[in-house]
């Protein structure tokens, strides 16, 4: 009877010495990701070996930190096998975090394009602004004051009488003598971009085609010697 439970006891102390987890929670396979130091035996395929008890093997890296660190899927290997050391909170999965209400729809710039007669803000084959287009110049600048203005567009257009050359230069001019105009008038100078086309998109097509009388054909190419100012912005 002595020698009996004197084995008994060596063989109790053998397996302590060895490390086994105190309990076992889940009975199904723990695999863990077998990076760094695993705080419990592992087999060929990750997974913690067990006594005949159904108890994890702890090896010489085993601490209560290491139990709730090794990761087996989405949680530590000590929630299956040291559920008693492990906090709960790292054994449960976290509830997903509501939805982030979406923000209000930002307010769609609306633009108003205005077609202005060049005829009324210069001389004709002039890029210099008479009183009649300072008036209506004056009148786009107030307008743009009262949205939030994101860019003003002014495209110089000329009609065919000239060279394409001295047509493109001269309505890049009147752009520009727009511009300038609008920012003297309280026009943020880097809302007002210029653009001059020349005579390449004339308005009044082949109705002038037959006029040859050069001040009666200067008269009708009137409307294609134009400046177009496209005011962009929200209310």
Not at 3 to 19: F, R
Not at 129 to 145: C, H, I, T
Not at 155 to 174: F, M, P
Not at 177 to 188: I, P, R
Request: charged share 25%.
């Amino acid at each position: 009877m002595i020698k009996q439970t004197k084995n008994q006891m060596l063989m109790l102390a053998a397996i302590a010495s060895i490390g086994l987890s105190a309990t076992s929670a889940f009975a199904a396979d723990v695999v863990v990701d077998g990076k760094g130091e695993t705080p419990y035996v592992i087999d060929g395929r990750n997974v913690v070996a067990r006594s005949g008890y159904d108890l994890c093997w702890r090896t010489g890296y085993w601490t209560p930190a290491a139990a709730g660190t090794a990761m087996a899927g989405e949680f530590p290997a000590g929630c299956a096998c040291d559920s008693d050391i492990v906090p709960k909170d790292k054994c449960v999965k976290m509830a997903a975090a509501p939805a982030p209400t979406p923000a209000a729809p930002m307010p769609k710039p609306t633009a108003e394009k205005i077609k202005l007669s060049a005829d009324a803000l210069f001389d004709f084959d002039k890029a210099v602004l008479k009183s009649d287009g300072m008036a209506k110049l004056d009148e786009l600048a107030s307008k743009s004051k009262a949205v939030k203005l994101e860019v003003i567009l002014a495209v110089g257009h000329t009609d065919r009488l000239g060279s394409d050359a001295y047509n493109q230069k001269l309505s890049e001019r009147r752009a520009a003598a727009v511009k300038t105009y609008l920012v003297s008038k309280g026009v943020e100078a880097n809302r007002v971009y210029t653009e001059g086309k020349g005579e390449k998109q004339p308005v009044t097509g082949d109705k002038c085609n037959t006029v040859k009388n050069r001040k009666a054909l200067i008269e009708c190419l009137q409307p294609d010697r134009r400046v177009e100012v496209e005011v962009i912005g929200s209310k």
